[in-house]
């Protein structure tokens, strides 16, 4: 069973930065597709913000392009999500995910079926 660990949320201001790390373990096969979501505060649903599949080919939403960089380390037991420019409305808990790619949607935001708690992200103007 496939288990992630998110850290490194905290608060800054508009313009800041801050790295976001997943530790993934459970497996000894990483062939999986990843991605980090958002979900906004008041609000049940949870945005796909950046993808990676397992041929390290990345995906990001048009919000967040060129300012967001994904990324895996150490094996790909580890993935990252380097914020720059950091502006009020990417405020929210962020969740780390995983799927065998056979069912992540084109997309590349869809189909995921492992999550980690979520770490919380806060940007002030």
């Known amino acids: 069973q496939i288990q992630l660990a998110e850290s490194g949320g905290g608060s800054v201001q508009a313009g800041g930065s801050l790295r976001l790390s997943c530790e993934v373990s459970g497996t000894r096969y990483f062939d999986y597709c990843m991605g980090w979501f958002r979900q906004p505060p008041g609000k049940k649903e949870r945005a796909g913000v950046a993808s990676i599949d397992k041929n390290g080919i990345t995906t990001y939403a048009d919000s967040t392009k060129g300012r967001f960089t994904i990324s895996q380390a150490n094996g790909k037991n580890t993935l990252n999500l380097q914020m720059n420019n950091l502006q009020p409305n990417d405020t929210g808990m962020y969740y780390c995910?995983?799927?065998?790619?056979?069912?992540?949607?084109?997309?590349?935001?869809?189909?995921?079926?492992?999550w980690g708690q979520g770490t919380q992200v806060t940007v002030s103007s």
């Open positions: 995910a995983a799927a065998t790619c056979s069912v992540v949607t084109k997309s590349g935001f869809g189909g995921y079926n492992y």
